[in-house]
């Protein structure tokens, strides 16, 4: 994964599912930095990274969120279904299904 800069333009953000890791776990494995970013309710910070294919995606925390792991977060352009950017980034990064605690239903679907 490539590390993006946080102000690169990316168009409106979408949480497409968490994962068990925590931000330190996402620095130390995949060379990603957190940075402040703007959230309506509380702190949050957000890294950004390429996968292979192109797909820019976020990993973000809202600091007062008491629940652990990190969201994935998927930007505007062409938007492929949650379970597919999950896909690509777990055979991208080495993680499983099992660091996944929660993914978007797909588009569509209640």
């Known amino acids: 994964m490539t590390p993006v800069p946080i102000d690169t333009p990316r168009g409106a953000p979408e949480v ?5 890791l925590e931000r ?3 620095e130390r ?10 959230h309506d309710l509380s702190p949050a910070v957000m ?8 797909t820019i995606i976020g990993f973000a925390k809202v600091e007062l969120d ?6 994935v977060v998927q930007f505007a352009g062409p938007v ?4 597919d ?4 980034l777990l055979e991208d990064t080495g993680l499983t299904w099992d660091e996944v605690t929660w993914l978007l239903p797909q ?3 209640p």
Request: charged share 25%.
């Open 16 to 20: 497409v599912a968490k994962l068990t």
């Open 24 to 26: 330190a776990d996402v």
């Open 29 to 38: 494995r995949f060379g990603l930095w957190f940075t402040g970013v703007d």
């Open 47 to 54: 890294a950004l990274g390429r996968l292979a294919g192109g």
């Open 66 to 71: 008491p629940s652990p792991g990190v969201e």
């Open 80 to 83: 492929p279904e949650p379970r």
């Open 85 to 88: 950017v999950v896909a690509e």
């Open 107 to 109: 588009r569509g679907e």
